[in-house]
């Protein structure tokens, strides 16, 4: 039951940025020490980070789709911020100028495949870029939001929350990872930066009922449904 309809970026409010190209999506692991904790994981030197490709993307306003042969499929709900403009080796104080939207992600992950990758030393794209991986909620314009001193965001399943994340609690803010990303690839206009996840990840069911928010500003109701 795979979603045909294409996706393309939305913007609230009929933002005009709703013509930006769909890109790649650069993700964070390991930005949240509760979820550091969480999975056992060893606290990162440097900002960890691997790439989802465009396939991966679709609505979170549509049913999420996940896999059935493939073992536990992982919620991690994340803050999403989007590129306006091309980057390349920029400085944390030049992104803020660079973003159009911030919206939520979830990075849909196969746990069990996730961890098998891990014990060989292997890149993690099995687990984390299959298709459907990447649902994004709408984006609210950054030129509304940038003033904020932080963001609050939940993910709620079957009506108990399961998620609850807080910029304030990142490891490297936004600005400083969007800038290091920078300086060894390109980030282009269209392209979407997923900031890693809080405590709280487990497997989704078929049949289950989710709710996504930005505190204040986006909710998204949605449902899991079998591929």
């Not at 992104?95 to 990758?117: F, M, Y």
Request: hydrophobic residues 35%; glycine residues 8%; negative net charge.
């Amino acid at each position: 039951m795979l979603n045909s309809t294409k996706y393309q970026h939305r913007f609230s409010d009929n933002h005009e940025g709703t013509e930006l190209p769909v890109g790649k999506v650069v993700c964070v692991g390991r930005n949240y020490l509760d979820h550091i904790k969480e999975l056992g994981n060893e606290i990162p030197s440097q900002a960890i980070y691997f790439i989802k490709p465009s396939t991966a993307i679709r609505d979170m306003s549509n049913d999420i789709v996940i896999p059935q042969d493939k073992g536990a499929c992982h919620n991690e709900l994340e803050l999403a911020f989007l590129v306006a403009k091309t980057l390349t080796k920029v400085t944390p104080e030049e992104v803020s100028e660079s973003i159009a939207g911030v919206g939520l992600g979830l990075d849909l992950t196969l746990r069990e495949e996730q961890e098998k990758l891990k014990e060989m030393g292997h890149p993690w794209e099995r687990a984390k870029a299959f298709d459907g991986s990447c649902p994004l909620s709408e984006f609210r314009p950054w030129n509304e939001l940038k003033e904020l001193p932080y963001f609050e965001f939940s993910l709620y399943v079957n009506s108990q929350q399961r998620q609850v994340g807080d910029s304030r609690l990142m490891i490297r803010t936004v600005f400083e990872l969007i800038a290091d990303m920078s300086q060894f690839f390109t980030l282009e206009a269209g392209d979407v930066v997923l900031t890693g996840t809080p405590k709280g990840v487990g497997p989704l069911h078929v049949g289950d009922v989710i709710k996504a928010t930005l505190s204040g500003y986006i909710e998204i109701d949605t449902r899991v449904v079998a591929a």
